[in-house]
């Protein structure tokens, strides 16, 4: 492994955190740990194959399986029911493990049906994608904070999973000499929020995912597995500088069981799909 895949950034990020996290991050990177993505863990973010789902669903969740993937995060349905997704995902083989539904759906008169809607999919959890660009400040985030626990508690009273919020790097700024994203994790109830974490966008604005996992232990069932290009776009998952494997040194203290593949403006959905997925399963950390 070279020195730029040992960096986040290409900076001492990497390093640091390291340090900070010593004998997980140190037994990663030396290669004495073996540990693996569990298959049935290793799952697609359906947003990154938005464009071919939009003609042919059903047979873009069959490439996906044939591929090797277990699971799907579900983002857009493109004018299809719940049910009608379900049938497709029973019929590939594959298996929802969350839906990511609008903040105002969530914490409005919509949230029982997306609750219903969940269980209809056969998923665990409700994620709510992005905030309001107006509540980026700590007030706001105390706001959602309040809002997340009470959804989180109507989730969890329909026997489903804590809800999860998913990042991006705004939401690890710091405004009014508070970490907005710190917020959440202090405010809210951890058995009834929990989060999705974005490892490209969280690398992006700043945080250490490693760090994460080890000081908020549990908090972080699923991931976006999205990898960084050299310059800062998005890449395949093992082609860029994000350094997945001490990342997942210290995924089980975070309590992780999905690993959601994930890339915005992929050229070839199929082919990021493929490299994505090789790369992922070959892992050992």
Do not use: C
Not at 53 to 74: C, N
Request: hydrophobic share 40%.
């Amino acid at each position: 492994m070279n020195g730029t895949r040992r960096a986040f950034l290409g900076t001492a990020l990497g390093a640091a955190a390291a340090t900070a996290l010593g004998t997980p991050v140190q037994a990663a990177e030396t290669g004495r740990s073996r540990r693996r993505i569990p298959p049935s863990g290793l799952g697609m973010h359906l947003y990154t194959m938005r464009t071919p789902l939009a003609t042919d669903f059903k047979g873009t969740l069959a490439r996906l399986a044939d591929i090797g993937y277990a699971t799907v995060g579900v983002s857009g349905r493109h004018g299809n029911s719940a049910a009608a997704i379900r049938t497709m995902l029973d019929e590939t083989r594959l298996k929802a493990v969350l839906e990511h539904v609008g903040y105002d759906i969530v914490r409005g008169s919509g949230l029982p049906q997306a609750l219903e809607d969940i269980h209809t999919l056969g998923a665990r959890w409700i994620v709510v994608p992005s905030l309001p660009a107006a509540m980026h400040t700590p007030a706001g985030f105390r706001e959602a904070a309040r809002e997340f626990n009470k959804a989180g508690l109507a989730a969890r009273e329909a026997g489903l999973g804590p809800l999860l919020f998913h990042n991006h790097g705004l939401d690890h700024q710091v405004v009014e000499g508070e970490n907005l994203y710190d917020i959440l994790l202090k405010e809210t109830d951890p058995h009834l929020v929990g989060f999705e974490l974005d490892v490209y966008w969280a690398a992006k604005g700043g945080a250490d995912p490693r760090s994460l996992f080890v000081r908020h232990r549990r908090r972080f069932p699923a991931l976006h597995v999205k990898d960084m290009a050299p310059n800062g776009d998005f890449a395949d998952v093992g082609s860029g500088v994000l350094d997945f494997r001490s990342m997942f040194g210290t995924a089980n203290s975070g309590g992780v069981r999905q690993w959601l593949v994930e890339h915005d403006s992929p050229a070839d959905p199929f082919a990021t799909a493929l490299n994505s997925y090789r790369y992922l399963a070959r892992l050992r950390y």
